[in-house]
């Protein structure tokens, strides 16, 4: 039989002809869903027991159809299996094949559903996994920031506003904001798991079917939660896809903040940090270079993710219920974003695993831009009990006059200080240091160790458990 008669008969009797070449080419999604042949296979091998027990067909013809479907993944897994743009898609590539191996009871397995709750079935496992997945990748990524904060617990560094030196803090804090970041991350994909975990199988096309099924029975089988409650919301349903890409581009712009501090603090100009070689590339003329590339290449991938977001909201945007054929413009997209999200993570674990701080140049940087400037205005507050506008004006001065001179605040002479207050004495010196500037910052979630350490302790209940 030619395939075009084949892809008629997929399709009843309704058509006389064949597609045009172009329709078939337009219409196949086989060459990306076919990623979904397991999820196909799992839920296709689910409901025929299902039709088994219900008495809707008889349990050697379900032993028949799940020996076929059993044979059939070995084929895929093997590369033995031919898929046919033809027939469309997994689901009827796969049914196709069945239909080979047993032949007309193979009809049966489609009983009671419809591709429509089929691909909304696989498809919904797929994205189900690749959170778990996620999830998986999130943790070790969180547990690399969290060895970098106890590993060089010692180190201080500027912490920046507008990209200039502000305050001192602590490395570990640093990389402990980072841990914050990741962490609402974990519980995005968390979230989304549980909500998408409601089964479509056996809406059928859109209002259900006449069948005995037993809705419940297949959920639980492919561990899901519950079925969903209304057929026409379960075939029309891309939330679960929007919803991964969502925390997909908001934890890509999280790889991509740290990536492109990765970038910063690696040029010649910071020197804060050393990138192994392993993540790093040379340049073709200037032998010198060491280029930060992966942290460069993790920066741009929020791009395509941000772009497979923005298109499936836009394919979504205007269909009416239920199912339209824009819908299998879902894939592709939610495909890339998640081969993208995960390689970026896995990547940014292993360079953040490698990542050598400079202690040096680090703790020099924080010394420069007048970073004990706040440490200075908080202790005229403190100890002269000035109002805190009056104390701001007053360092802003001292500031003014370390710049003329050349040299940092805590060079000063006392006197020089004394011209803009008389009150001040020499324990003003004692906040001047950036070690003791982190130290003093020891308010709930402040750059100090001892609260740094505490955050720390949480996090590793969290993740090491």
């Not at 400079?358 to 005229?380: P, R, V, Y």
């Amino acid at each position: 039989m030619a395939e075009k008669e084949k892809a008629n008969l997929m399709w009843g009797g309704r058509f006389e002809e064949g597609p045009d070449v172009l329709m078939e080419k337009i219409n196949a999604s086989i060459s990306f869903d076919r990623r979904l042949y397991s999820q196909d296979i799992e839920g296709s091998i689910v409901h025929a027991n299902m039709l088994a027990e219900q008495g809707i067909i008889k349990l050697d013809e379900a032993n028949l159809i799940c020996e076929g479907l059993y044979k059939i993944k070995i084929e895929i897994e093997d590369n033995k299996f031919e898929f046919k743009s033809s027939l469309e898609d997994i689901h009827m590539n796969i049914e196709a094949r069945l239909s080979e191996l047993i032949g007309s009871v193979a009809g049966k397995l489609h009983t009671g559903r419809s591709r429509n709750d089929q691909v909304a079935l696989d498809f919904r496992m797929w994205v189900r996994n690749q959170i778990d997945l996620c999830i998986i990748e999130l943790k070790n990524l969180i547990k690399a920031f969290i060895n970098q904060a106890e590993l060089y617990d010692d180190l201080v560094m500027p912490g920046f506003t507008h990209l200039q030196v502000a305050q001192p803090v602590s490395w570990s804090h640093h990389m402990m904001a980072y841990v914050e970041m990741f962490g609402r991350d974990l519980t995005r994909f968390e979230d989304a798991r549980q909500r998408l975990n409601e089964c479509p199988l056996g809406a059928a096309a859109l209002a259900g079917t006449s069948f005995p099924i037993n809705r419940h029975n297949t959920a639980e089988k492919l561990g899901f939660d519950r079925p969903t409650a209304n057929s026409i919301d379960s075939t029309s349903d891309r939330d679960f896809a929007l919803e991964f890409l969502t925390c997909s581009a908001i934890c890509a712009t999280h790889l991509s903040r740290f990536a492109e501090e990765l970038v910063i603090w690696s040029s010649s100009q910071f020197n804060f940090i050393n990138i192994s070689e392993r993540f790093s590339s040379g340049s073709s003329i200037m032998p010198q270079k060491k280029n930060p590339d992966a942290a460069e290449l993790i920066r741009s991938k929020v791009s395509r993710i941000n772009g497979s977001l923005v298109a499936l909201l836009t394919t979504m945007k205007g269909l009416p219920l239920t199912y339209s054929k824009d819908m299998q413009e879902d894939k592709e997209q939610v495909f890339d974003a998640a081969d993208t999200l995960l390689l970026s993570v896995k990547v940014m674990t292993e360079m953040l695993v490698e990542l050598k701080p400079n202690k040096t140049n680090l703790e020099n940087g924080a010394s420069i831009g007048f970073s004990t400037a706040t440490d200075l205005a908080d202790w005229l507050v403190k100890n002269l009990d000035l109002p805190f506008r009056e104390a701001h004006e007053i360092t802003g001065n001292l500031v003014k006059r370390a710049e003329e001179k050349g040299c940092d605040l805590k060079d000063l002479s006392l006197d020089v200080m004394k011209d803009l207050h008389r009150e001040i004495n020499q324990d003003v010196y004692s906040v001047l240091s950036i070690r003791n500037s982190v130290a003093s910052r020891n308010s709930y979630g402040g750059t100090s160790p001892s609260e740094v350490k505490k955050q720390v302790s949480i996090w590793k209940k969290k993740i090491f458990k």
